[in-house]
């Protein structure tokens, strides 16, 4: 079993930054990737970024690259999303999810897939006012 537990979320105006984490807990050993995905009112769950546990490879969505930063602390199991240059168009529920090593043995085909993410957090609300 795995828990996931997101932190970080708020309102600020356009311009600023925030930075997200997601703290896991349980059953890690096997963690293989962690990912944020974001979902606003009456839109589809939408990738954002995600890191590869081990090698710390990172994938970024288009509409983010240039200003979120995926990173990870191997030590204490947490993933972090660092979100500069915040526009409106980013307010959304912010995800945390957690890709199992041996329950995706496909993974590297589709890493901005959220079917191939077990585990999720509660998310946490991220609003950026113009």
């Known amino acids: 079993q795995v828990q996931l537990v997101e932190s970080g979320g708020g309102l600020v105006q356009a311009g600023g930054s925030l930075r997200l984490s997601c703290a896991a807990s349980g059953r890690t050993f096997n963690l293989l990737a962690m990912g944020w995905f974001r979902q606003a009112p009456g839109k589809e769950r939408e990738f954002v970024a995600a890191i590869l546990w081990s090698a710390g490879y990172t994938y970024y969505a288009d509409s983010v690259k240039d200003r979120f930063t995926i990173s990870r602390d191997n030590a204490k199991n947490t993933a972090y999303l660092q979100m500069n240059s915040l526009k409106p168009e980013d307010t959304a529920v912010y995800y945390c999810?957690?890709?199992?090593?041996?329950?995706?043995?496909?993974?590297?085909?589709?890493?901005?897939?959220?079917?191939?993410?077990?585990?999720w957090g509660q998310g946490t609300q991220v609003t950026v006012s113009s």
């Open positions: 999810a957690m890709a199992g090593r041996g329950d995706n043995p496909d993974y590297y085909t589709a890493p901005r897939s959220d079917r191939q993410y077990d585990y």
